[in-house]
């Protein structure tokens, strides 16, 4: 599709996304990108599941009394 930005440029945008998610910062200028706001966007949101996922993970641990990872 000719509106589509080429995959590399979506891919980045996805992996700036994810790290920023990650952070918990995310960039306003990004996020309304006409041709890549939408794959940073699911970016953002990977990036926060898994921090959430982490955090999730350690406490289930901690509660059950497992050491440490």
Same mark, same amino acid.
């Given at each position: 599709? @000719?509106?589509?930005?080429?995959?590399?440029?979506?891919?980045?945008? *996805?992996?700036? !996304?994810? %790290? $920023? +998610?990650?952070?918990?910062?995310?960039? @306003?200028?990004?996020?309304?990108?006409?041709?890549?706001?939408?794959? *940073?966007?699911? !970016?953002? %949101? $990977? +990036?926060?599941?898994?921090?959430?996922?982490?955090?999730?993970?350690?406490?289930?641990?901690?509660?059950?009394?497992?050491?440490?990872?």
């Amino acid at each position: 599709m @000719p509106d589509e930005p080429p995959i590399d440029e979506a891919l980045h945008a *996805y992996a700036a !996304g994810h %790290a $920023d +998610g990650a952070a918990g910062r995310p960039d @306003p200028g990004r996020v309304v990108d006409p041709a890549t706001g939408p794959d *940073y966007r699911v !970016g953002l %949101a $990977d +990036g926060s599941v898994t921090v959430f996922q982490t955090e999730l993970l350690k406490q289930v641990r901690r509660l059950l009394g497992d050491p440490p990872a």
